[in-house]
């Protein structure tokens, strides 16, 4: 009796940490492209074949132990798109894991309960099959138009009713817009050595405008271009009593200044080598210092320059200034 229990755990051992080279999809999958291609589904599995170009690369090798995970992931993914009634099974042929799924009939929406003014936004339709990415992107796509059009203060209740029993889905969707809101002042919070003046510059809004977030954003990709600061943040402040809603604008510079050197070899210069020291907010107000040198074989060069963007701000603010010099001596090659 012993020996016959010894015997079955090592084969149980074996089959558990058998593992196998190749996958395959079979069922209702589409052969091209489609929800269920053969790309979609190692991408549902979590499974990455290295590209062809990459050749040094080895493809997956799959473990007994995910086939169940595998089996799971499938499952979820049919019921996102619709096919709650679906069914994968999964068995094993010599070293291939084969996974056929099969997907039934699809629920479908059997009621849709919105304000006509976002009806436009929905991505479903009554008496269509249910997806959970067209409910989440109608959902977005109706949160982005309120925070661009003055409601950021929206209340939004949305539920998705599967009822598995009669296999439909209800959809409610119930939106308070809140209150109108526009731009208040913006109060900057500036602590780098940069004047509010070319801050406010980068400000996309302005004061009474309808509030829109996208201006927002503009404004913090603007102020993260200078490449200045370390910290930037930008924050609304909602008041329920007051449709003006302030701005406050918070600002740390960060590391301004970088070295970098390189050394290498080409058949042309042989041996070279250079240094380059760059200071991004020198002085303040976004000039720019830059100091380097170049050497090789064939000769050298060394470099400078300066970079201020508003040289004359107090008559013509929109008049910068750079300035270049450098000395180089080089050998060229000569034919006769």
């Given amino acids: 009796m012993k020996k016959y229990l010894i ?15 190749n996958i395959e999809f079979k069922g209702d999958t589409d052969l091209v492209t489609g929800e269920f291609d053969r790309d979609t589904l190692l991408k549902i599995c979590h499974i990455e074949y290295p590209p062809i170009y990459k050749i040094w690369k080895k493809d997956p090798v799959f473990d007994s132990k995910q086939i169940d995970d595998f089996v799971d992931n ?14 994968v099974y999964a068995k094993t042929e010599d070293d291939t ?9 699809p629920i479908k929406i059997k009621s849709i309960h919105m304000d006509n003014e976002f009806k436009r936004f929905a991505l479903f339709q009554r008496g269509k099959r249910f997806r959970t990415s067209d409910f989440t992107q109608t959902k977005k796509k109706i949160t982005r138009y309120l925070e661009e059009h003055g409601y950021p203060t929206y209340n939004m209740e949305a539920k998705a009713l599967v009822d598995l029993d009669l296999y439909e889905v ?12 526009y731009f208040g002042k913006t109060d900057i919070n500036n602590s780098s050595k940069i004047d509010n003046a070319l801050i406010t510059e980068q400000i ?15 404004s913090y990709d603007n102020l993260y271009r200078l490449g200045v600061f370390d910290k930037i943040k930008i924050e609304s402040d909602f008041n329920d009593s007051n449709a003006s809603t302030d701005i406050d604008i918070v600002l740390e510079e960060g590391k301004t200044k970088e070295f970098a050197s390189h050394l290498g070899y080409d058949t042309y210069e042989g041996f070279r080598g250079g240094a380059e020291y760059i200071d991004h907010n020198f002085w303040g107000n976004l000039r720019e210092f830059k100091l380097g040198a170049k050497l090789t074989q064939k000769g050298y060069k060394a470099y400078t320059s300066f970079y201020d963007p508003r040289i004359f701000k107090y008559f013509v603010d929109d008049l910068s200034f750079r300035n270049e010099l450098s000395y180089q001596n080089w050998r060229y090659d000569g034919y006769d």
Avoid: H
Avoid at 7 to 21: C, P
Avoid at 170 to 181: H, T, V
Avoid at 204 to 218: A, C, F, H, R, V
């Fill in 170 to 181: 209800n959809i409610d969707i119930k939106i308070d817009k809140g209150l109108k809101r």
């Fill in 74 to 87: 499938l499952t979820n993914y049919t019921r996102s798109v619709g096919y709650y009634k679906a069914k």
């Fill in 204 to 218: 996309k809004y302005k004061k009474d405008e309808l509030y829109d977030i996208s201006t927002l954003e503009d």
């Fill in 97 to 105: 894991i084969i996974l056929r799924i099969i997907k039934n009939r």
């Fill in 7 to 21: 015997a079955l755990i090592i084969f149980t051992l074996y089959i558990y940490a058998k593992t196998f080279n």
